[in-house]
Each structure stands twice: as C-alpha cells, then as structure tokens.
C-alpha cells in the first residue's frame, strides 16, 4: 500500500500496470476513495499504467484543514504525476474528480493527454447549496448526510437489489473526515469553469449516468457544448457512480474513445 508525501500532505495511491503503458489516473467523487474505481480499473489494466489515489482528506491521505481550492486539488496530482515520474496522462475523475481533471487541465494543460469527466460539470451546484451542505455537516457530521448520499450516489434499482453493497459505500463515506469533506465541498462551493472551459483541448469524453440527480445528464451535455470537439456517452441504468453500478460499460465506452483518439 504505498503512501508518498506532496507538499507536506501524505497520500495513499495505487500504480498497477507496465510503465511503459500510457498512465491513466482516476480522482474519486466527494465522500469516497479509490476504491470506487477498482473495476474499471481492473479492466484497463492491460492497456494502461493504472493509478488511483486518495484525495487530501479522503481515505488514507492526509486531512488537512479547510478550505480546499480546485486548483489545490489539481496540484496535487501534478506533484503526484513528478513523484511517479509520469510527464503525462490521461485524467478520469467523477464528480468533483471530474473538476480536479478540468482544474488539471486549465492549470497544467501539458500534462493532460486526455480528459474522461464521468458525472459532472463545469460548475456543480451553487455557493448556496454548497454552504448549507457545509452547515450540515458542521452540525451534524456525515451520519447526517448517510441517506441522501446513497440516493444521489446509486439508482434505486442499484439500492434495492444490492442493501450490502449500500451499507458498505456508507462506511466509506462516514470514514471520510470531516475537515477532508468541508475541504472539499469549499473546493466545489468555488469551482466554476464555464467560462474557462473552451480553453481545454485535449480529447475529452464525458460520460454520465442515465439516472444521476445530483450531476443529471443535461448538466454533462451543458459540458460537452463548453469543451471544443467534447464527446458524450450515456450510461443506461445507472445513477451518480456508473464506475461501480456498471463498471463494464465505462470501460468499454472508455476504451472506444480511447482508440478513436490513437491512445491506446
């Protein structure tokens, strides 16, 4: 289980594959670690350098107090990509990992290959609905927060026919810590890329769950229209994580695109 030290913060990461593969990294949603990439990830294995890892405050990473900026996070991942010694990548994020890709991008634009942004946007929610998300917490922990997760994160079909598999993602998201959390909710509160979007030009796939109410399919086709040459991909039967309700599918539709763009 290697833990490596980026400007003073601790993070735990995962490298799977040859080295000599085209390296694909994967930032995990709010609330949950690398894990939730574990099969998609088994299925690019042979193609590519795979690497996962636990943002600040999530996991086994460091927490570090609030707030957290995008671009903080983004950083993070660049002095992840020096520590491996990777010039460049293609970055996979899911929700706000789909915003530290995007913050890769605009900040780091040479060391982004390609972009799969798998639910969501170039802005997600508001400073509102951040704040009070914030206030919740701050009030009641995560414990408060357990129920409406697991309903933005997984389809209903998802929660009623796998209860095992929800009590489980809700041990991860209570696991999670509170300053890591706060952190990172600051980070979306802040995070709005509309205007910054048509600036990114690398090849860029966004993917979304058919069944997502918290990161819903208009709000991804509202980032393909940003991202010049963007391509979207609906994912049937699936809700806010289509990396753990169909994980087959993502890999799949990651791999077409993949090809059609000569990276693998």
């Known amino acids: 289980m290697p833990f490596v030290q980026l400007n003073n913060i601790v993070h735990r990461y995962v490298d799977e594959g040859a080295k000599e593969k085209p390296a694909i990294v994967f930032a995990n949603s709010l609330g949950s670690d690398l894990r939730i990439w574990d099969e998609v990830a088994a299925r690019l294995a042979a193609d590519f350098r795979v690497i996962r890892y636990d943002k600040r405050g999530h996991g086994l990473t460091d927490a570090v107090p609030a707030p957290y900026s995008a671009k903080d996070l983004a950083d993070d991942v660049a002095r992840l990509l020096d520590a491996l010694e990777i010039g460049e990548a293609v970055i996979c994020g899911v929700s706000v990992g789909g915003i530290i890709a995007q913050a890769l991008a605009l900040n780091h634009p040479r060391r982004v290959r390609a972009l799969a942004l798998c639910d969501t946007g170039a802005r997600i929610g508001s400073v509102e609905s951040w704040q009070q998300r914030i206030g919740t917490v701050q009030t009641g922990g995560l414990k408060a927060l357990e129920s409406p997760t697991m309903e933005r994160w997984f389809s209903a079909q998802f929660r009623a026919r796998r209860p095992a598999d929800i009590r489980g993602y809700s041990t991860m998201l209570l696991q999670t810590s509170v300053a890591g959390y706060i952190g990172t909710c600051c980070a979306l509160r802040d995070a709005d890329f509309r205007a910054m979007a048509a600036r990114i030009k690398c090849p860029t796939l966004v993917l979304c769950g058919a069944e997502?109410?918290?990161?819903?399919?208009?709000?991804?086709?509202?980032?393909?229209?940003?991202?010049?040459?963007?391509?979207?991909?609906?994912?049937?039967?699936?809700?806010?994580l289509p990396c753990v309700e169909q994980p087959a599918i993502v890999a799949e539709r990651m791999m077409q695109f993949f090809q059609e763009v000569q990276i693998v």
Do not use: Q, Y
């Open 212 to 240: 997502d109410i918290s990161t819903p399919p208009e709000l991804a086709k509202e980032l393909v229209d940003l991202i010049p040459g963007a391509r979207f991909t609906l994912i049937e039967n699936a809700g806010h």
